[in-house]
């Protein structure tokens, strides 16, 4: 099982970017997904998270009203639109699937599948 990354990047403050995240297993739609980020000398956090059938989203608060998570269970894909972006956004982006409680989300380590990162710069 894999999962593979697409997009990100560079964009100004205030810029858009799309990052894409496809599974190579059909079975993958049925699990949770997240995205999360990890900067330079920090830990990885949750960036975003959906439940495998779309119908729930979450936010890291800092996130919120900026970036939206979304996915196509049709073609085992998962999105990340950023908006509004910031230098505090630079960091590398992971997209993560797992059997996993919406309790769990936040909790890299209970995700079993990982993309291979992508980087994201932001510029001020």
């Known amino acids: 099982v894999q999962l593979v990354q697409f997009g990100g990047g560079l964009a100004q403050a205030g810029g858009s970017l799309r990052l894409s995240c496809a599974a190579s297993?059909?079975?993958?739609?049925?699990?949770?997904m997240g995205w999360f980020r990890q900067a330079p000398g920090k830990e990885r956090e949750l960036v975003a998270a959906?439940?495998?059938?779309?119908?729930?989203?979450y936010y890291a608060d800092s996130m919120k009203g900026r970036f939206a998570i979304s996915r196509d269970n049709s073609k085992n894909m998962v999105y990340l639109q950023m908006n509004s972006l910031k230098p505090d956004d630079t960091a590398v982006y992971y997209c993560?699937?797992?059997?996993?409680?919406?309790?769990?989300?936040?909790?890299?380590?209970?995700?079993?599948?990982w993309g291979q990162g992508t980087q994201v710069t932001v510029s001020s």
């Open positions: 959906i439940s495998w059938t779309g119908w729930n989203t």
């Open positions: 993560a699937a797992g059997e996993i409680r919406s309790d769990d989300y936040y909790d890299p380590s209970k995700y079993i599948y």
């Open positions: 297993e059909r079975t993958l739609s049925s699990y949770p």
